[in-house]
């Protein structure tokens, strides 16, 4: 299972380096992975080991930044879904209903610190956005926050694995 798991990162991330769309195909592929909705799809390892590849910090730094922004548009589809409301909400489970309201009253508090956070960790940010949504919380606010968040977390990514990689290189005589 790991196998195929580091097989196919290894893959997509060669092909996105190689391939002279890359840096566009990096960024639809981070946008479409962050905008599905309760569908996780790992798009670290992938910047990740995208960033490994690069020839310099600069590149990895720019590989981080690309994904970051691109992760922050993705987010937007929670909010989205969010103004949806009401017809958003009868297609869910009752515990997510109960988590989205809990995390509304939290942001209409202390909105930017949340949404920063929760964009830099590896919490489901989907509930977050959701819940800013049906609060009608600013969205000029949320994605700049977000995308804060979200620079802060795929910059450091492809720094470690820049770095990483690197640091791996002469221990398998790469």
Known sequence: MLDVFFGSTTAIASFIYTSPFGILVLFFFVLFANATIFFPVL????VFAVAGFAPDPYTALFIGSISGVASAIGEMSGYILGLLGVKTLQKMKPKRVNQIFEIGESLADKGIPIIFLGALTPFPFDLLGIAAGIIRYDPKRFFLAALGGKLARYVLIAMVGFYGVSWLK???GL
């Open 43 to 46: 798009v670290e390892p992938i």
């Open 170 to 172: 002469p221990l398998f």
